[in-house]
């Protein structure tokens, strides 16, 4: 069974362009999670998703950041326009929606954002 | 959610066990306590997650203190791959997101 897949795994950008972030995950999961790790900080949650619908974006820094999750499949995280604070690594997790909420979250191997 | 206290590094000799403390002496009663580690380069890794019995499961061992205010990850017989920052987290029954701490760097030596 695939696991949750990111792409890309690097990014490098320029201040002000644009980059948008992709996880796939494991299938028949419809909890979906963002969260990122920036330098010499600890692992924030961004967001969740359950299928297709926001169900938590406290977390999400501000309005540079838009995630989407049409069809409650994929993800994609669109940082526009990228500033150099936005550099780290991005981490997608999925799990089951269980009654019990005892859920374990699968993670991605992360995307590293580089914003020079 | 309750905040967990985890020593910031501990060191281990490869072949024995690894044990890694966790505080969480304002853990409520129906707040469980997960595991995870994320090794260099990788995701995050659930290892283990228990309310108030011990746990056992073919990564770890889990024990939870009787009064619930601490626990202690077991790692039986530590490879060189268990070298990984560990993650002591308190997650409250119907919480989604999980709240990262520092955690505990581990290293294992040969």
């Known amino acids: 069974e695939a696991g949750v897949t990111q792409f890309p795994s690097h990014s490098v950008i320029e201040k002000g362009q644009t980059v948008t972030l992709r996880c796939d995950p494991i299938?028949?999961?419809?909890?979906l999670y963002w969260y990122r790790r920036v330098m010499g900080k600890e692992i924030k949650f961004l967001l969740h998703?359950?299928?297709?619908?926001?169900?938590?974006e406290s977390g999400m820094p501000n309005n540079r950041f838009l995630a989407e999750r049409t069809g409650g499949t994929y993800s994609t995280l669109k940082v526009q326009p990228a500033e150099l604070e936005d550099s780290g690594v991005y981490f997608c997790?999925?799990?089951?929606?269980?009654?019990?909420?005892?859920?374990?979250?699968?993670f991605g191997s992360g995307t590293q954002l580089s914003v020079l | 959610d309750a905040k967990t206290t985890q020593p910031p590094s501990m060191d281990c000799a490869e072949g024995r066990a690894a044990n890694l403390p966790c505080n969480h002496s304002?853990?409520?009663?129906?707040?469980?306590v997960y595991w995870y580690r994320q090794i260099h380069s990788q995701g995050p890794q659930y290892i283990i997650h228990?309310?108030?019995n011990n746990e056992t499961n073919e990564m770890a061992s889990l024990i939870i203190t009787e009064d619930r205010k601490s626990s202690t990850l077991i790692l039986p017989h530590a490879t060189l791959r268990d070298t990984a920052v560990y993650y002591c987290?308190?997650?409250?029954?119907?919480?989604?997101?999980?709240?990262f701490g520092q955690g505990t760097r581990l290293t294992i030596n040969p």
């Open positions: 997790a999925s799990s089951q929606v269980t009654r019990t909420t005892n859920e374990k979250l699968f």
């Open positions: 228990g309310l108030k």
């Open positions: 304002t853990i409520s009663g129906n707040e469980y």
């Open positions: 998703f359950v299928k297709e619908s926001k169900q938590d």
């Open positions: 987290i308190v997650r409250s029954q119907g919480a989604q997101k999980l709240v």
């Open positions: 299938s028949g999961h419809d909890n």
